[in-house]
C-alpha cells in the first residue's frame, strides 16, 4: 500500500497563526495552518483571540475612564462646595440687591398715584369716599338691592370680602369710567389704600402691575387685579399685591349718591 496517502500535510512557514491549538492543546510547530493532531484552523483561531483581545482592551479602558470620573466627582463635588462658601455672601449680595431693586422699583410705580403726575385725579376720588362716609348699613342696603347692569358706571361702590358662600364688608371704592378705562380709588376699613387705572380688555377691565397699587402700614406696593360686570348687577374684583401672596376676591356694589 502506498504510504504517501497518510502522511501528515506538509506545514509552511511565514503562517500568522496560534502554535498552541485551543481545542485540544497540542503544541504545533509555527507557522502551522491547522492543528496535526485535532485539524484546529489555527489562523482562524489566532484571529478570533486577537479580535477578544481588543474588545478586553476597550471595556478595560472604558471602566479605567470610569473609574476615574468616579474618583473626581468627589474633588469636584468638594471644589464646588468651596466655591460656595467663599462666594456665599457675594451671591446673597447680588440675590438680595435685585430682589430690593425689583421691590424699590414696584414701589415707586404705585407711589406715584399718591405723589405723582396725575395724582390729582385719584385725590377727587378719594375725597369723595371721605364725603360719603357710608355706613355699614348703607353698604349692606346697596347689595340686597342691587339691580342688572349692562355696564359698570361711575359713582361710590360697597366692597365685599366673599369668603367661600358668605360675604364680609371691607370698604368702598370709588369710581369714575372714561370711555374703555375706569379710574378707581379705595379706602378698606383696616386704613388700606388702593388707587389705579384698569383698561377694557375682552370683557374685562384690566389693572396692571404699572398703573395700581396700594398704600398700607406706611408703604406703597405694586398690584394687579380685574374687575367684571355680573348678571345681577354686581362687579366682581380678584387681584394680587407685593403686599404677600395672597388672592383677593371680592364683590362691588353700587350705592346711591
Not at 19 to 39: H, I
Not at 105 to 114: E, I, T, Y
Not at 171 to 181: K, P, W
Request: proline share 2%; hydrophobic share 40%; with cysteine.
Amino acid at each position: 500500500m502506498n504510504q504517501e496517502v497518510f502522511a501528515p500535510p506538509e506545514y509552511k512557514e511565514g503562517i500568522d497563526a496560534d502554535a498552541v491549538c485551543g481545542q485540544c492543546n497540542t503544541v504545533n510547530p509555527e507557522g502551522t495552518l491547522l492543528c496535526k493532531v485535532c485539524g484546529n484552523n489555527l489562523r482562524d483561531q489566532r484571529l478570533l483571540r486577537m479580535t477578544a483581545d481588543q474588545m478586553l482592551e476597550g471595556e478595560a479602558k472604558s471602566a479605567s475612564n470610569s473609574t476615574l470620573l468616579y474618583k473626581l466627582l468627589p474633588i469636584l463635588g468638594l471644589l464646588f462646595v468651596l466655591w460656595l462658601g467663599v462666594n456665599a455672601r457675594q451671591l446673597m449680595t447680588s440675590m438680595t440687591s435685585t430682589q430690593k431693586t425689583d421691590y424699590e422699583l414696584a414701589g415707586a410705580l404705585a407711589a406715584s398715584l399718591w405723589n405723582g403726575e396725575g395724582k390729582e385725579r385719584y385725590d377727587d376720588l378719594a375725597a369723595r369716599i371721605q364725603l360719603t362716609r357710608a355706613s355699614e348699613t348703607a353698604a349692606d342696603h346697596a347689595r340686597l338691592t342691587v339691580r342688572p347692569m349692562s355696564a359698570i358706571k361711575s359713582g361710590s361702590y360697597a366692597v365685599f370680602m366673599r369668603t367661600g358662600t358668605e360675604e364680609r364688608f371691607v370698604g368702598i371704592a370709588r369710581i369714575a369710567v372714561e370711555n374703555d378705562s375706569v379710574y378707581y380709588a379705595a379706602l378698606m376699613k383696616n386704613a388700606t389704600e388702593f388707587r389705579g387705572k384698569a383698561s377694557l380688555s375682552d370683557g374685562l377691565f384690566v389693572s396692571r402691575w404699572d398703573n395700581s397699587g396700594l398704600f398700607s402700614g406706611g408703604a406703597f406696593y405694586a398690584m394687579a387685579g380685574t374687575a367684571q360686570i355680573q348678571p345681577d348687577g354686581s362687579v366682581s374684583l380678584s387681584g394680587q399685591s407685593d403686599l404677600n401672596t395672597l388672592q383677593y376676591n371680592c364683590s362691588a356694589y353700587l350705592m346711591q349718591d
